[in-house]
């Protein structure tokens, strides 16, 4: 321990120490960037698994539905809120909505309630997309990841 703290403190060390970490921080992200697509780190339930690659899937939705706010209007973008895309309005009144949409995008969801005489806006995005799985299951096949949107409101504490 002695001798680790005596290396620190020597000015060579602390000169060279910065471009250690530098060259360190390279060889690491070179690792992890050109690791092959094959490596999987997804844990895969094969019944959820697709033989075909699927062109849709659908967006899972949660929202509140109290006193308030019985129905709630949605709006669903393709891409970010700034992009301007809708490609899906609608009033919901249930918890839990799925919605289809093509895979592979990236899309922002926007619930309006009411609180009193304002309004208060839910935000949330995601990106829904397919995974090939090679490895884990029987067969070469196909899972759906992402589209998940968590629109609930904030339970107010005292």
């Known amino acids: 321990m002695v001798l680790i703290i005596r290396l620190l403190n020597d000015s060579y ?3 060279k120490m910065p471009l250690f970490l530098i060259v360190l921080l390279l060889i690491m992200a070179n690792l992890i960037l050109s690791c092959d697509e094959k490596i999987n780190f997804l844990e895969v339930d094969c019944a959820d698994c697709y033989r ?5 899937g659908e967006l899972i939705i949660q929202v509140t539905i109290n006193g308030e706010n019985p129905k709630v209007p949605i709006v669903i ?14 009033t919901v009144s249930e918890k839990t909505v799925y919605i289809e949409v093509p895979l592979n995008h990236y899309y922002s969801v926007k619930a309006e309630y009411k609180a009193g005489n304002d309004s208060v ?8 997309k ?6 884990q299951c029987d067969t070469i096949c196909w899972i759906i990841k992402g589209g998940k949107y968590d629109l609930r ?5 005292p």
């Open 121 to 128: 806006f839910a935000v949330d995005g995601d990106r829904i």
């Open 52 to 56: 075909i690659k699927p062109d849709d």
């Open 13 to 15: 060390m602390k000169k």
């Open 77 to 90: 973008y393709r891409d970010k809120i700034e992009s301007g895309r809708i490609r899906i309005r609608d």
């Open 153 to 157: 409101l904030k339970e107010n504490s």
């Open 130 to 135: 397919t995974h090939r799985v090679t490895d």
